[in-house]
């Protein structure tokens, strides 16, 4: 109902301006104050004094006289306070905001009638997926759902790098060496650790074995990227026997957090259907095309960019930003919007990328990138190539190990009175320290570093997942307590919403709460527009607080609460179900039904 409100005041701002003959281009609304009892506000009265040549609080006054609070429906009152005007919320505002949050879809946007495609992780196919990638996915998958919530529809791609000299060297390595060359036992009992043994030995060997067996074994690596080149069969399915059985195991950890995908997008695929090679012709025509140093390469100085982006090499082979220009043209044509994550690590990569596109005539309008700082742990850098560091799996074994202690520790203290059996206890484990690694991955500002750190993404009572998590379990338990299936509904088990009577949520726990639900929408409309889940987080942050506080100002189930009171606060309580849970989708992080 916040955005309903906000067009309103909108409409009543504009008519009001146009009335008194000021210019209507900035209304200067704006969210109040905690301690303030307006939905929304307006600070329009500083912009206008100079020309109506009146001090702010008086034309504030002179607009708040031309709007008539009666003919608005979700505005009960416009009240000035100093040089701002408030507008307080009335009875339908909370009434339609508790009819709207009951329905399990809430927070959903209309359909836009736009595709997006979102790209994220991307991580070569060559080993586990290491801690320090992590927040690709996470934010990737994040930004995604966040989007599907804004009314978009979704494609989810992994771009496979699949063509690249890497990937030359590990099929030539796996092709080369058997079990007994290899050092060590795989880590796990899965592909990608199974077969990285294969490409680290690879790099060992290039860098240490004698000089006429490194030439032989590099001539073979270029062997097969010109094959690649070339569009010939027999190197592709030479690469793709090593890049499928790793992505395969790759994917396989990725579903654990879970991020799924809608397709592999493979970068050979625009080698062997030709969209390389028209690149390259291309880039070859445009002013800014040289060739020195033995590559073709664009000089992009006049453009703000110092340093040239190479797309051809001397031998003929493409490179891997030739490859994604031909990818992302594709992308431009199978959808309305694209956007893609990305390290800090490829902010240069990511202006060359847009700049040359532009270059070839591109409207990059619809292209998105999101950049993100790396996440730290106290065990230092991660390598694939050294094969040295922390595998996201080893971090999410951990985070499920420790909530699993923690939920066994707090079993003595929980208030429900079901018995939690040993499934039971896992499956809270996986949702809460799984959870509580995305959360605190994605709750902040992708461009800032962070440091994971066990104590502060696990703590109950702090603002983590697992504080947000239980206030979905407590929903829960209150709503089966009532004899009310959480998962569904309220419509759907003989409950009347149409004779709840929202006005007797009265308190200011209710009302600051109902509010708050009202406001999820518009969260998920500023933070889709802006591509920052963590927006979300923070949103449910708060959501944890207001519900928190009407917990323990207003029992629900208490004998000696009113019946009607009662009915109505079970609508609030099933509105704030629906909206913690969604919020935490959007995040990817599982709402236990009990804790």
Known sequence: MFLALRAEVEDALEGALAALDFPTDDLGIEEPPDDVASVLASSVAFRLASEAGAPPPQVAGQVADEIDADELTYVAAVRTQGPYLNFLPSDAYFAETLAEATDEGYGHLPDRDASVVVEHTSANPTGPVHVGRARNPIIGDAVANLLEYAGYDVDRHYYVNDAGRQMAVFTWAYETFDEADLESEPERDRKEYDLVRYYRKGNAFLENAPEEEVEAAEAEIESIMQGLEAGDDEAYERVSEVVDQVLGGMTECLERLPAEFDEFVKETRFMRNGDTDDLVSRLKDLDESVYEEEAWQLELEDHGIDKNLVF??????????????????????????????????????????????????????????????????????????????????DLLDEAIDRARDEVEDRLDDRIRDD?????????????????????????????????????????????????????????????????????????????????????????????????????????????????????????????????????RECPVLADDVDPDVREARLALVAASKHTVANALSILGVAAPRSM
């Open 419 to 551: 018995e939690l059996d040993d499934d039971d206890i896992e499956r809270i484990a996986h949702q809460v320290g799984i959870g509580a690694v995305r959360y605190d991955i994605v709750s902040k500002q992708p461009t800032k570093a962070i440091t994971f750190e066990w104590d502060r993404a696990l703590d109950f009572e702090a603002q983590s997942a697992p504080y947000v998590q239980y206030v979905h379990a407590r929903c829960c338990g209150i709503l089966e307590e009532a004899g009310l299936d959480p998962e569904a509904d309220l419509a759907d088990q003989d409950v009347e919403l149409e004779a709840l009577e929202a006005d007797l949520l009265a308190t200011d726990a209710e009302r600051d709460l109902l509010e708050t639900i009202a406001r999820f929408p518009a969260v998920v409309d500023e933070a889709g527009d802006d591509l920052e889940p963590h927006q979300i987080a923070t949103y449910t942050r708060e959501f944890a607080d207001r519900f928190n506080g009407f917990y």
């Open 312 to 393: 051809l090499r001397s031998d003929g082979t493409s490179l891997y930003a030739t490859r994604d220009l031909a990818h992302h043209e594709w992308k431009f044509d199978e959808y309305d919007r694209a956007v893609t994550v990305l390290g800090e690590d490829h902010k240069l990569q990511a202006r060359q990328l847009r700049t040359t596109l532009e270059l070839l005539g591109n409207d990059t309008d619809g292209l998105r990138q999101v950049l993100y700082s790396y996440v730290n742990l106290p065990e230092g850098k991660m390598s694939t190539r050294r094969g040295t560091g922390v595998d996201l799996d």
